[in-house]
């Protein structure tokens, strides 16, 4: 049996209600590592600043976080993270994150990673953008993924074929549990991808990005998304129902 690291790296960002929304003041990475799936006995965690982030959000304004340039460029050259009880043990690297955040609502993720020596899966989770509640408004989500020419890539997500890295939800809670999944996006195979816009048929008061892929040892890999919810101008409505009309004649 293959040996394999599991990593969970996982971004906890809660942004509150339109005009009132704030953010936590730090990036926890957490890491568990095993030689199989099902044993996962090796423990590592990494807290980053959200230096430069401000602690409401103001309406019409857009927020980027970028970790490489956050407390004078202390992360230029990336976080390594380390085994808990072994710091000698460096499970993965993390090259570089951006974040970006808006109350509009809108809600971006990008990322750089390198694998350990054994194959290791990542799973990041974006901050949670919420607003007061839109009905039915339309949703767009896309993104890219790239990997080194040699390494492989497994998405985790199962929709729109599977082996999908990205995962577009809303209306889940601070942390980022639950919800409702609008889109998974783009293969494990690399590319770039795009869903919508799409009417969502919901009430909507929140959004935030996963993302979850196995990388083979020693792999680089990059990616990034952004999900977007509005609510659309009238004529804008009406040329969406028209193109479902057509598409139901269509396949009659």
Same mark, same amino acid.
């Given at each position: ?5 599991? *990593?969970? +790296? ?37 807290? *980053?600043?959200? /230096?430069?982030? %401000? ?23 990336? *976080? ?9 043990? /460096? ?16 809600? !971006?993720?990008?990322?750089? /990673?390198?694998?350990?020596? +054994? ?5 990041? !989770? ?6 007061? %509640? ?50 998974? *996006?783009? %293969?494990?195979?690399?590319?770039? &991808? ?8 919901? !009430? ?25 919810? &509005?609510? %659309?101008?009238?004529? !804008?409505?009406?040329? +969406? ?5 057509? +598409? ?5």
């Amino acid at each position: 049996m293959k040996k394999f690291i599991v *990593i969970l +790296l996982i971004t906890y960002l809660y942004l509150s209600a339109v005009g009132l929304c704030g953010v936590t003041n730090s990036v926890l990475l957490e890491i568990y590592a095993g030689e199989t799936s099902d044993v996962l006995d090796v423990y590592g965690v990494a807290t *980053i600043p959200l /230096v430069g982030l %401000p602690t409401e959000l103001d309406p019409g304004e857009t927020y980027r976080w970028v970790l490489t340039e956050v407390m004078g460029g202390m992360f230029a050259g990336g *976080i390594e993270v380390r085994a808990q009880d072994n710091q000698g043990l /460096v499970l993965a690297k993390l090259d570089t994150m951006d974040l970006t955040i808006a109350e509009d609502p809108m809600v !971006t993720l990008g990322f750089s /990673v390198t694998a350990g020596s +054994l194959w290791t899966a990542f799973s990041f !989770t974006s901050p949670v953008v919420s607003f007061a %509640p839109l009905t039915n408004p339309v949703g767009e989500a896309g993104g890219t993924v790239s990997k080194g020419s040699s390494d492989t890539i497994f998405g985790n997500y199962p929709g729109g074929g599977g082996n999908k890295v990205f995962r577009t939800l809303y209306n889940t809670n601070g942390a980022g549990a639950g919800g409702t999944v609008f889109a998974d *996006i783009i %293969p494990g195979d690399t590319g770039f &991808e795009e869903v919508g816009p799409q009417i969502i048929n919901d !009430t909507v008061s929140s959004i935030h990005i996963k993302s979850g892929f196995l990388l083979s040892p020693d792999g680089i890999a990059s990616g990034s998304s952004a999900f977007i919810v &509005e609510i %659309p101008e009238p004529a !804008t409505v009406c040329l +969406l129902g028209l193109g479902g009309l057509l +598409l139901r004649k269509k396949t009659k």
